[in-house]
């Protein structure tokens, strides 16, 4: 089985269409062109195999996807974890739009981008840590 893997380093910043893809790739786990493909049809109905195919292809020379080649269908999983991609996203957007300050970020993003429900599970949340 010849399998190409991401070397452990910090993970390469997708562009908006990559983790688009990404979030398929991660909700689907390993998957063919087609199967990704497929997936993006409901979203997307005039996308072009050949446009997945070229976009997986390039995302793989990035490192953001590993590929089987064992099998005629090349196989393609995200080279990275979803929490450790975001995670390294989210550092780079504290220290260019909040100047480094994550009170800053949350701050922002509470008072505009959070439902009533989700302001109730960050409660929740921070009484259960503050209990441990």
Do not use: C
């Amino acid at each position: 089985m010849t399998r190409t893997t991401a070397k452990t380093r910090k993970p390469p910043k997708p562009t908006a269409t990559e983790l688009d893809l990404l979030r398929v790739m991660w909700r689907l786990g390993p998957s063919t062109v087609r199967d990704v493909h497929q997936a993006r049809l409901a979203e997307k109905p005039d996308l072009a195999y050949a446009t997945v195919l070229r976009l997986m292809q390039v995302m793989h020379g990035k490192g953001l996807l590993t590929r089987d080649e064992s099998q005629r269908s090349h196989v393609y999983a995200a080279a990275h974890p979803q929490d450790a991609l975001q995670t390294n996203l989210l550092r780079d957007l504290i220290q260019k739009a909040f100047a480094g300050s994550g009170k800053d970020l949350v701050l922002a993003a509470l008072s505009e981008h959070v439902t009533d429900k989700e302001r109730e599970e960050i409660r929740r949340f921070l009484r259960e840590t503050r209990d441990e």
